[in-house]
């Protein structure tokens, strides 16, 4: 059974980039068949698709970010990994990972990113 | 992008009662590209149902999805005490992926 876990600092200073890493269990981000997702949730709201990598690199963003994030995909460590640059309090939120390009078939559990000096 | 109304809001419900919650989408979705999820609090999202109306793996029968074009439902027929969570919609007919807000299924 695949499993995923976030892992990256919980603080992160205005105007700094974000960084955070899934790394994967189970299976493998070298796989064809899936794509590599990122997923966030602000306090009290709702989902919001960030993007995802494919195993070759290929990405797809969400144009609200598209200026600042970056997803990639390390298959020697079996992790893909996120970058959103020049945070500020809007990008505070619960940032999941999860495998699938299309519909979620599995999530990490979430890892709570504050945007504070 | 495709945006994702869910109605209502927040609906209240006893267990063993019959739940309807609709997901309306601005722009039709091809191929019935949608999907539903239940998170509790504290938790990840879970895939319900996927393809608008196939249950993902070891999800129970109770739960089932209908729908096409710009109107979809998810209906949960004899709620459990479990099944009182918040339950979101997403299309995947067209990029950038898109949520609805949420519908909030309580106790009554």
Redesign the interface.
């Known amino acids: 059974q695949v499993q995923l876990q976030e892992s990256g600092p919980g603080l992160v200073k205005p105007s700094e980039t974000l960084s955070l890493t899934c790394s994967v269990s189970g299976g493998s981000v070298s796989s064809s068949t899936y794509y590599w997702t990122w997923i966030r949730q602000p306090p009290g709201k709702?989902?919001?698709?960030i993007?995802y990598v494919y195993y070759n690199g290929n990405t797809?963003?969400?144009?609200?970010l598209k200026s600042r994030v970056t997803i990639s995909v390390d298959t020697s460590k079996n992790q893909f990994s996120l970058r959103l640059t020049s945070v500020t309090a809007a990008d505070t939120a619960v940032y999941?990972c999860g495998r699938g390009?299309?519909?979620?078939?599995h999530?990490?559990?979430?890892i709570p990113v504050t945007v504070s000096s | 992008?495709n945006v994702l109304t869910q109605s209502p809001g927040t609906l209240s419900l006893s267990p063993g009662e019959r739940a309807t919650l609709s997901c309306r989408a601005s722009q039709s979705v091809s191929s019935s590209?949608l999907?539903w999820?239940q998170q509790k609090p504290g938790?990840?999202?879970?895939?319900l149902i996927?393809?608008a109306s196939s249950r993902?793996?070891g999800i129970p029968d109770r739960f089932s999805g209908s729908g096409s074009g710009t109107d979809f439902t998810l209906t949960i027929t004899r709620l459990e005490p479990e099944d009182f969570a918040v339950y979101?919609c997403?299309q995947?007919s067209s990029?950038?992926?898109?949520?609805?807000?949420?519908t909030k299924l309580e106790i009554k």
């Open positions: 709702g989902l919001e698709w993007g797809n963003y969400n144009p609200s999941y390009g299309n519909q979620l078939t999530w990490g559990q979430g | 992008e590209y999907a999820y938790q990840a999202p879970r895939l996927y393809g993902a793996t979101y997403q995947y990029s950038p992926r898109t949520f609805g807000q949420g």
